[in-house]
């Protein structure tokens, strides 16, 4: 907890939700490369279920 308040501080951002939807906006490649690997893995029977 203590980074994410530190980064908001850096950000001069003073409510949460702003620096959540700044760190979304930062990882949506990461999030996408993410998901699109959970779904390759899932396809090849990688999957946990």
Known sequence: A????DLQDMLGFDKASSTLDWLFTKSKKAIKELAR?????SAAGG???
């Open 47 to 49: 999957g946990d279920g």
């Open 2 to 5: 203590r980074k994410f308040f």
């Open 37 to 41: 690997s959970k779904n390759s893995s």
